[in-house]
Each structure stands twice: as C-alpha cells, then as structure tokens.
C-alpha cells in the first residue's frame, strides 16, 4: 500500500475512533457517578439566598424579574462579574436594588437596570411594589393552590405572565389579583390564565387582556390611558372614567 494510502486510511480510522473512545470515557464517568447534570449546571448559575416569609417586597431597576410561587421564599440572582443586583431586609419587607446611575463624560447622569435573571420564589406578600422592572409571574396550574397577588407598579414597569400557551394549553389559576399603575406601565396577560377577582388602577398605562379568564372585573382609568379587551371580559366590567 502507497504511504499516501496508509496516511489517509490512518485519519480515517482516527476520525472514526474518537467518538467511540468519547462514549465510553463518559460512560464511565456515569458510572462512577463522576459527572454532572444539566440541572446542577443551571443551579450553579445562580446565587441562592433562602429567606423568611415578608410581608412586602420591593424591586427597583430589575430588567428579568420572575415570581414564582411557592411554599417557601427564595432568591435567586444569576452570577455576574459585572452585576450589580443586591437587596436588602429593612423590616418586614424585602427590598431588591437592581437599577445604577451612570455618569457620562458630559458629567449627565442616566439610570439603568440590570440584566441579571432573579427569580422570587414566593408563597405570599401583602403587596409587590415595582419600580422600572420588567416582571414575569408564573401562575400554578393546580386550581386547588391558586395565589392572591397585589402589585404596586411604576416608571415603565412592564408586568406579564409566563406564557408557554403554545406548548401547554392547560388553564393556570389565580384567586385574585389587584394591579395599580401609573407613569407608562404596561400590563399583558395572555391566554389561558384564569382569574377569580381581578381590580384594575390605571393611571397614564396601559392593559391588555389577551384572551385571559376572568371571572369579575373592576377597572378605574384615567383619560392618558389605554385598554383592549376581548367581549366576554367587557361584558363583566364595572368601569369607571377619572
């Protein structure tokens, strides 16, 4: 066989080898219970900070903000060199700083927000107050344990609800829900959501129902602000205009 041959059968079969040699160096590593699981991987992305129940809780400048509901409180910020996410208890409230000032070279100042994921895994609170935050909250599909939430939203805080209505078409249930906003917030739900009680204040912001349930509604706008709403929930409004 002519030496190119032999060099050309020899990368081949190296080429073929290697992934074999990869399987089974994992595979003993499995075996040996020396790996480690996408989960763990995920975890190890964050700070976990396991706290007492509060009353209220506070956020300022978060741009991925969560809230999950659970049966114990915890906070989770994503690692990063260059965060700046911290909080605080003052009483009987957690407040959760996110947003800087900056100062640029013609000595003007701007404020803005992190980019770090925090997830507030909370089982209840007397009122959320969000201050330029964009937030998500998840909503259990269990009827049996569906929350009461009462959010206090300003300076563009956009507020929605997880939605993975394309893959999970299952109803998710909140008992009742209060939302005052003001000062450009935008408030989306989306569909299948279902909500007991819902009470709306809107102030210079707006609301979108986006095909949610809800069962009685109450909403109180001013003149700078805008609603869309599907029939069904208009035939259940009690509207008043400022």
């Given at each position: 066989m002519r030496t190119s041959n032999k060099i050309l059968l020899s990368v081949f079969l190296v080429v073929l080898l290697i992934p074999t040699f990869l399987h089974v160096a994992l595979y003993a590593k499995y075996k040996t219970g020396n790996y480690v699981s996408m989960k763990n991987v995920v975890e190890d992305q964050y700070v976990h900070n396991h706290l007492k129940s509060m009353r209220y809780v506070v956020a300022h400048g978060l741009e991925r903000f969560t809230i999950i509901p659970s049966d114990s409180l915890q906070l989770e910020v994503e690692k990063d060199k260059q965060g700046f996410v911290k909080f605080e208890i003052i009483g009987d409230s957690l407040v959760i700083h996110g947003d800087s000032t900056v100062i640029r070279a013609d000595k003007t100042t701007d404020i803005i927000r992190s980019s770090q994921d925090v997830n507030l895994y909370l089982p209840s609170a007397e009122k959320i107050v969000l201050d330029y935050c964009d937030v998500t909250l998840k909503v259990n599909e269990d009827s049996s344990k569906q929350k009461s939430y009462r959010f206090d939203l300003d300076n563009s805080t956009n507020f929605q609800f997880s939605n993975?209505?394309?893959?999970?078409?299952?109803?998710?249930?909140?008992?009742?829900?209060s939302i005052k906003a003001a000062h450009s917030c935008r408030i989306e739900f989306s569909n299948y959501k279902s909500i007991k009680d819902f009470k709306l204040d809107l102030s210079d912001s707006q609301f979108d129902d986006k095909n949610a349930q809800i069962e009685k509604l109450s909403i109180n706008a001013d003149k700078l602000s805008?609603?869309?709403?599907?029939?069904d929930n208009l035939q259940k409004l009690n509207a008043t205009k400022q």
């Open positions: 993975n209505d394309y893959e999970d078409s299952s109803f998710k249930y909140i008992n009742s829900l805008s609603i869309t709403m599907k029939g």
